[in-house]
């Protein structure tokens, strides 16, 4: 279904996260705040920490743009890890129009993986695939 227009990051990446991003949660959401993770074949991925997203518990927000001409689809796994090494992860899919971008928990890219007060150390992706749509989003 991804033919060649798929790509895949199977070892996954994973950036730290580190505590001095807490400050993101009070400055506005301008493009300076967002932290790189991957920008592949015309589609940017970053994120933003929240060390107390829902006053407790460490969360993260997730944007997606495509800076394509051409709509496309796209899939791949978010993977949190505590800093003892343990995993939560959560598959996504989606598509987005040409020069769309997409950000927040309205568009299924909001997460608190922890909800017992465990904190986040990394966060990265894996199996990322995207694949141009032709004919335009469905």
Same mark, same amino acid.
């Given at each position: ?63 997606? #743009?495509?800076?394509?001409?051409? @709509? ?5 796994? !978010?993977?949190?890890?505590?800093? $003892? *090494? ?20 309205? #568009?299924?890219?909001?997460?608190? @993986? ?5 904190? !986040?150390?990394?966060?990265?992706? $894996? *199996? ?11």
């Amino acid at each position: 279904m991804w033919g060649r227009w798929g790509t895949t990051i199977g070892v996954g990446l994973l950036l730290l996260l580190f505590s001095g991003m807490a400050h993101a949660q009070n400055t506005r959401w301008a493009d300076e705040v967002w932290k790189p993770i991957i920008t592949h074949e015309g589609v940017a991925f970053s994120y933003i920490f929240y060390s107390e997203a829902d006053n407790t518990n460490n969360g993260v927000v997730v944007r997606i #743009d495509n800076t394509n001409d051409y @709509p496309i689809r796209y899939r791949f796994r !978010i993977v949190f890890r505590t800093w $003892r *090494g343990e995993e939560h992860t959560e598959q996504v899919t989606g598509t987005l129009q040409a020069g769309q971008m997409k950000t927040g928990d309205n #568009d299924g890219l909001f997460w608190i @993986p922890f909800v017992d007060g465990r904190s !986040i150390g990394e966060v990265g992706l $894996r *199996g990322y695939a995207v694949e141009p749509i032709r004919g335009g989003v469905q």
